[in-house]
């Protein structure tokens, strides 16, 4: 039987033992990030998976750290085997819940019992790396000596995983690296203590069986990850990445492709028009100039196009925080048909960044469009890109008689919190007009245009709508916009003369509206 005591060799194991406990603290805090991004990814709502699932995680931690002190003997066994089953059950973490997700669409047991999981044997492992410990130190020390490298290794392993293993590994493979790290740890107790193991067969076996489990799921986890992917789309997947901040899925059907980020439709080439061209023209041609243009997202280059049908333009600065889908929309052969190798253009320039940031450190930098072609305030993260202060900014960015122009999710399920961008716009100080489109692909969809006024004088209030009826697209070769499109898209039915709130960072309006749209009944 294995205790403290047997583990004594040299004062250099004690050495090897605290490099093992900053090991498995870099280990754990990568875990939590990991399952907590799983999660928002997989199921949505960002601050309410990451709240949850390391919630859950840490009260798992308590559980297991509450069952470690039924381990009364074989402590260096047993300390080896929680590695051991923390390197097979973190490695398969992503893989599988992405196998999963083809089957099922409700992920949150899956995710969180892995999480729960988790946490139960990193909770049972720091205490017994305390009781291996205290042959090496007195209790005075001991305790804080384990729990200092478990945080220097914690604090190692959240700037790897932010700048290195998410950018680079991706969600699929970190995990594989991140069960790997335990294995290594288990490898090197097992090898300098080896003879002292009441386990040794048994664990010798486990670490065969496991070693060759991780390298195949190593190869293995790409095909896997495709053909659970595969399961959730109608059509074939021809492209899949997983990037720091979203799941890029491309997929075909006959002569068609569509685009979708974390699950959700951006467009579909069967009739993305309907969407690209009210979103730019509109605002491009009731702006006073268009020379300098700001693009927020819109990283596929599809209104990017469409900007640079118009003559005027002189330059367009497009941002996108996402520099893999940005490099997507420049050298995919699909995207890079579809807008025309618009981002080839000499006047076109690409910063990756946040919009929110972008447009206020923009200091003495002006528009004459902005164009925001970002994804729905599904988050709280993207709510902000529809709040009152962006606005704010993108008003003081606009020169006189500019136009700033964002999607507005559906009006007809999620209205109000259509009706809120156009409340919160106004109450930013912009003249605002309301439009909306059916495209097939997508169901009805919405903007809200908002214009910078040139002087103290205050138009009538159908000033702007007036203005947008009256334009002509004749001459940029549209496929779907002409005046009469213009015309009918300015028109709504009856119900929407909702009050609703301005959306700002107090009070993320917005967010709550998108969240209690119909979107079951789409």
Known sequence: MTTPATVRQDPSQ????????????????????????????????????????VSLMLFAMGVGSRLSRFIRGAILDAFVTVELLLSVVCATSAT?????????????PIIYGISVTIGLLIGIEI?????LNQVFDELRVNISSVLEYDYYGALLGGVLFAFVALPF??????????????????????ARHRQVFAWRRVLSVSFAGASLFLIALAVLAEPIVLFGEQRKYRDQVIYQEQTRYQRIVMTRFRDHHW????????????????????LVHPA???????????????????????????????????????????????THEVLVDLNQDAFADPRVSVENQDGYAYLRDADNMYWDVIVVDL??????????????????????????????????????????????????????????????????????????????????????????????????????????????AMVSMLHFGKGFDDEVEVSDEINFAIFYYYRDGDWDVY
């Not at 999963?100 to 669409?105: D, F, R, Y």
């Not at 590994?169 to 097992?190: C, D, E, H, R, W």
């Not at 685009?259 to 009210?278: A, I, K, N, V």
Request: charged fraction near 15%; glycine fraction near 10%; hydrophobic fraction near 45%.
């Open 14 to 53: 004690g050495l090897v033992l605290k490099a093992c406990i900053f090991a498995t603290g870099l280990a754990g805090v990568v875990a939590e990030y990991v399952m907590a991004t799983l999660a928002s990814y997989l199921i949505g709502d960002a601050v309410l998976q990451w709240t949850l699932t």
């Open 127 to 131: 205490p017994l790396a305390t009781r």
């Open 375 to 484: 994804p729905d305030p599904r988050t709280i993260d993207l709510a902000r890109l529809y709040g009152l202060e962006l606005y704010r900014l993108a008003h003081r960015r606009l020169s006189p008689g500019g136009v700033v122009v964002t999607q507005a999710t559906s009006p007809f399920f999620t209205r109000r919190a259509f009706l809120s961008v156009s409340a919160t716009m106004e109450a930013a100080g912009l003249m605002t007009a309301s439009y909306h489109n059916h495209v097939p692909t997508m169901g009805e969809w919405g903007w809200v245009l908002g214009m910078r006024g040139r002087d103290g004088t205050v138009p009538r209030d159908d000033w702007l709508s007036q203005r947008l009826a009256a334009l002509s697209f004749e001459s940029l070769g549209t496929r779907f916009l002409n005046r009469d």
């Open 96 to 108: 599988l819940a992405y196998f999963l997700s083809g089957w099922t669409t409700n992920l949150a």
């Open 259 to 278: 685009l979708y980020l974390d699950g959700h439709t951006q467009f579909s080439s069967y009739d993305e028009e309907r969407y690209h061209e009210p």
């Open 284 to 330: 491009m041609l009731a702006s006073a100039a268009r020379r300098h243009i700001l693009i927020l997202g819109g990283g596929d280059g599809m209104a990017l196009r469409e900007v640079l049908r118009h003559p005027e333009v002189m330059d367009v600065t497009l941002v996108d925080i996402d520099a893999a889908m940005t490099t997507l929309g420049r």
């Open 169 to 190: 590994l991706g969600l699929t493979y970190t995990p594989i690296a991140l069960g790997a790290i335990n294995l290594v740890v288990a490898g090197l107790l097992f």
